[in-house]
């Protein structure tokens, strides 16, 4: 059974930072893993996907890259801004014969201090 | 509309109250799906449609009973509700296809509804 972690579980960084957020999978049988974007009370927001075959993905600020091998998945935020405080979260897509659940991680929470 | 849409944003029902939740996508998805999360836990996958059939119900109680009418609709019917069963419900949709095949599997959310039960 698949079991996504985070870690840390909350994070707090100056305006400017650089910053990782870790997750790791314990079953590499993956077909993607998406990383989320979730403000308080409210939906997520898909901010990254990484198939299976690929080890990095770009958007913007943020940078994701995977490793299948050691069950590893990190989310950088470059020049990280207020704005970027909210729980992020990752989740895999495990490959499965019928139903393909997504598996996600508890999060962890980023605060960007002004 | 874009996206995933769900209807109502906050709903406050007692414990003999039936309501339903409202999801609707406009992706063009073949998938549909209705997660539940609670404080200080990771999203649950609670019910899963594919082509509007039922793939998996992940051993959620019948007081939660799902409907799929069509590709684009989903309802969640709340019956009989506890306490416990507050939380924040998100729907999500995406397009399945064979995992050697092209589409991404991408999930995306809706806002959720905020339920509380009394």
């Known amino acids: 059974k698949q079991e996504v972690t985070q870690i840390p579980a909350a994070l707090s960084v100056p305006e400017g930072e650089n910053l990782v957020l870790n997750c790791s999978f314990t079953d590499s049988a993956i077909y993607n893993l998406q990383w989320f974007r979730q403000d308080p009370g409210k939906g997520l927001t898909s901010l990254l996907l990484i198939q299976s075959s690929q080890r990095e993905q770009t958007s913007g600020r943020l940078n994701a890259s995977l490793d299948k091998s050691s069950g590893r998945s990190t989310l950088y935020i470059a020049a990280s801004q207020p704005g970027d405080s909210a729980t992020y979260l990752c989740a895999a897509l495990t490959l499965n014969s019928g139903n393909t659940p997504l598996v996600f991680g508890k999060g962890t929470r980023l605060s960007v201090i002004a | 509309e874009t996206g995933v849409t769900q209807t109502p944003r906050h709903l406050v029902m007692g414990m003999t109250n039936k309501k339903s939740l409202k999801c609707e996508q406009h992706l063009g998805h073949n998938a549909m799906y209705w997660y539940k999360q609670s404080a200080k836990k990771p999203l649950e996958l609670m019910f899963v449609y594919n082509f509007k059939e039922q793939t998996e119900n992940n051993s959620v109680p019948s007081r939660f009973s799902p409907e799929c009418p069509n590709s684009s609709h989903l309802f969640l019917h709340l019956h009989t509700l506890q306490p416990e069963d507050s939380a924040l419900y998100l729907c999500?949709?995406?397009?399945?296809?064979?995992?050697?095949?092209?589409?991404?599997?991408?999930?995306?959310f809706g806002p959720g509804t905020r339920l509380t039960v009394l």
């Open positions: 999500a949709s995406s397009q399945r296809g064979s995992t050697s095949g092209r589409t991404s599997n991408e999930q995306f």
